[in-house]
């Protein structure tokens, strides 16, 4: 993967439609739930999801708050047609009185661009950056922290250490999927150091969450 492409949702050698059955492998209820929980969203807030995918997270945030306003951006038009076809049959698309549900197209290291610097309340982004070279991972970093507005927040959900031998070899999956020079530094534990050295602070590993494919991780940190 260059610096310009992306690894499709459900990886290297896997359609878009098949997105959502793999990702249940990785006790997808439990860990979206944490992440809403972290999120906490409130009336009037603007959530931005980078790499919103197939959109379940943005469709689940909705739900939680409706007067909110949540903006899923992702690079591939075809995940977004799934995201949106689920927000309908969700009811949410369109949103409500004081909020809504909006979709659009992009590279995660463009979201400030994208959605404007300084908008959101808000950031969040799940399995996402395990797909992408440092530098990259350091590009979505920083543009994250320029998307949001000064004591704002951001939630990340991704692959991270993997503390156990099982964990390590649950994570060879991953790794077939999206290609071990991406995943590794995750792996290794790259994510904190990467998330303060992108101007983050109080950043912590907050949740940890043993799955089929290896730990999953969740972040919290604020914009200062």
Known sequence: MDERSFTPAAGRFAPVRLYDPVVALTRERLWRSLVAMHVAPRPEDVVVDVGCGTG?????????????????????????????????????EGGTPGGTTEWRVGMGDDVASIVGAGTADTVVSSLVLHQCPVPMKRAVLAAMHETLRPGGKLVIADYGKQRTAAMRLAFRFVQLADGKADTQPNADGVLPRLIAEAGFENVRESETVATLTGSLSLYVAGRP
Do not use: M, Q
Request: glycine fraction near 2%; hydrophobic fraction near 55%; proline fraction near 8%.
């Open 56 to 92: 379940s997270l943005a469709v689940l945030l909705n739900r939680v708050e409706p007067r909110a306003t949540v903006i899923g951006v992702d690079p591939d038009p075809e995940a977004l047609a799934v995201a949106r076809r689920k927000a309908a049959a969700a009811a949410v």
